[in-house]
């Protein structure tokens, strides 16, 4: 049986960003038509979870797939320089919609090299807030609540991916092969 001990607590950060991220837009409602105030919102939202991406890449960086945080680091800082400098509605949709656009190809990548179904999901989620924000949301209270529908199902699902035993056993399990292999452990 896994032990909470054993979870880094890096993984639940993002967590964390997501579902503060949606649950602040979904409970700030009355203030959806102003642009800067949601501009702001997603400004917070591109530092932190620009900020943890870097902080997780320290430790993923030497697996297959581990330029990903890095990455996903540097996309998340852009967003926040776009939210800030967005002058209408039009740039803050493009700014998101480009941010999710190349995160989705970024974390549809990682799944081909790693199969991991965490970001093949990611990928999926991302797929369908592009989507949405492409053809569906026109308006400014429509984008906004869109992009916490997608900061709250994708800060649900990792969560869950944070404490999924087959996870970290599955680490575990490819270190202790390894070790047998060559006699060096990771």
Same mark, same amino acid.
């Given at each position: 049986?896994?032990?909470? #001990?054993?979870? !880094? =607590?890096?993984?639940?950060? =993002?967590?964390?960003?997501? /579902?503060?991220? @949606?649950?602040?837009?979904?409970?700030?409602? @009355?203030?959806? #038509? !102003?642009?800067?105030?949601?501009?702001?919102?997603? *400004?917070?939202?591109?530092?932190? /979870?620009?900020?943890?991406?870097?902080?997780?890449?320290?430790?993923?960086?030497? #697996? =297959?797939?581990?330029? *990903? +945080? &890095? /990455?996903?680091? *540097?996309?998340?800082?852009?967003?926040?320089?776009?939210?800030?400098? %967005?002058?209408?509605?039009?740039?803050?949709?493009? @700014?998101? /919609?480009?941010?999710?656009?190349?995160?989705?190809?970024?974390? %549809?990548?990682?799944?081909?090299?790693?199969?991991?179904? $965490? &970001?093949?999901?990611?990928?999926?989620?991302?797929?369908?807030?592009?989507?949405?924000?492409?053809?569906?949301?026109? !308006?400014? +209270?429509?984008?906004?609540?869109?992009?916490?529908?997608?900061?709250?199902? &994708?800060? *649900?699902?990792?969560?869950? %991916? %944070?404490? !999924? =035993? $087959? #996870?970290?056993?599955? $680490?575990?399990?490819? &270190?202790?092969?390894?070790?047998?292999?060559? @006699?060096?452990?990771?």
């Amino acid at each position: 049986m896994e032990t909470l #001990e054993k979870r !880094d =607590p890096r993984l639940l950060i =993002p967590v964390i960003i997501f /579902l503060a991220t @949606g649950f602040t837009v979904t409970f700030t409602q @009355g203030l959806h #038509e !102003d642009l800067r105030f949601n501009s702001w919102l997603i *400004v917070v939202f591109g530092l932190a /979870l620009g900020l943890t991406s870097f902080i997780n890449w320290t430790k993923t960086k030497k #697996e =297959p797939a581990g330029f *990903v +945080p &890095a /990455l996903s680091g *540097v996309l998340s800082l852009a967003l926040a320089v776009v939210a800030i400098s %967005a002058a209408n509605l039009m740039q803050l949709r493009l @700014g998101l /919609l480009i941010w999710a656009a190349i995160n989705v190809a970024v974390y %549809a990548y990682a799944w081909m090299i790693t199969k991991n179904s $965490k &970001a093949l999901l990611v990928a999926a989620y991302g797929t369908f807030f592009v989507l949405v924000i492409a053809f569906v949301a026109t !308006d400014l +209270p429509a984008v906004v609540g869109f992009f916490a529908a997608f900061c709250i199902m &994708a800060g *649900v699902y990792l969560g869950i %991916a %944070a404490f !999924d =035993p $087959k #996870e970290t056993d599955s $680490k575990e399990t490819r &270190a202790q092969e390894s070790q047998h292999e060559t @006699g060096i452990s990771i």
